[in-house]
């Protein structure tokens, strides 16, 4: 069965530190990943996703993200956090089984000043 | 226009009440979802519409009833609600319903329902 693992529930970075926020998968096919972004009461702003090809992706707000097969997993990076990016961050396989999601239970992330 | 749009963006109701939520796509998809979402968890699915034919309705109570009038639209009837319906409510669309990357979901900002 399809799951996603976001191991960290809290995170908290400064303004101006690096960031990796983690994702974990399982499933036995091509997986179609997603990272989305959700600030407080907001609805889902999608990052990035993967689907084939290069596995370093490229997304909006200066976010990339790295497919490792090997390790089944998706993890989001950014090199300078600004502390507009404080949300919640979801990540998502799918779709599957007539356009299921699954996701992850997110990370949420808090950059102090 | 690749916007799911969602009206309204906040909600009050009582329990006794009816109210209706609206969702909007003029992207031409076939595929919509309405999805709820409780504080710090992530979307849970609702139901999925089809060619405006329901296809998945994951157990939810009959309080919540949807209706999709036209390719565009997506309405979720509200009715007797409990306090703990009390969520995020999540709109999605898609080109059509299946498996991989060309039926990825576009989702709309939600709407913000509290029942008293």
């Known amino acids: 069965a399809q799951s996603v693992t976001q191991p960290d529930i809290h995170i908290t970075v400064s303004e101006g530190a690096s960031l990796e926020l983690r994702c974990n998968y399982s499933?036995?096919?091509?997986?179609?990943l997603f990272w989305y972004v959700q600030s407080p009461g907001q609805g889902l702003q999608l990052l990035l996703k993967?689907?084939?090809?290069?596995?370093l992706v490229q997304g909006i707000k200066g976010f990339e993200a790295e497919f490792k097969r090997s390790q089944s997993s998706f993890n989001l990076r950014k090199p300078s956090v600004h502390w507009s990016d404080a949300a919640e961050y979801f990540c998502a396989v799918g779709p599957y089984n007539f356009n299921k999601f699954y996701f992850g239970s997110g990370t949420k992330l808090n950059v102090k000043p | 226009d690749t916007e799911v749009t969602q009206t309204p963006k906040h909600l009050v109701m009582g329990m006794t009440n009816k109210k209706s939520l609206k969702c909007e796509q003029h992207m031409g998809h076939r595929a919509m979802y309405w999805y709820k979402q409780k504080a710090k968890k992530p979307p849970e699915l609702m139901f999925v519409?089809?060619?405006?034919?329901?296809?998945i309705n994951e157990s939810v109570p009959s309080r919540f009833s949807p209706e999709c009038p036209n390719s565009s639209l997506l309405n979720l009837h509200l009715h007797a609600l409990q306090p703990e319906d009390s969520a995020l409510y999540l709109c999605?669309?898609?080109?059509?319903?299946?498996?991989?990357?060309?039926?990825?979901?576009?989702f709309g900002p939600g709407t913000r329902l509290t029942v008293l």
């Open positions: 519409y089809s060619y405006e034919k329901l296809s």
């Open positions: 993967y689907f084939s090809g290069d596995t």
């Open positions: 499933y036995g096919a091509t997986p179609y």
């Open positions: 999605a669309s898609s080109q059509e319903r299946g498996e991989g990357p060309r039926y990825e979901q576009f």
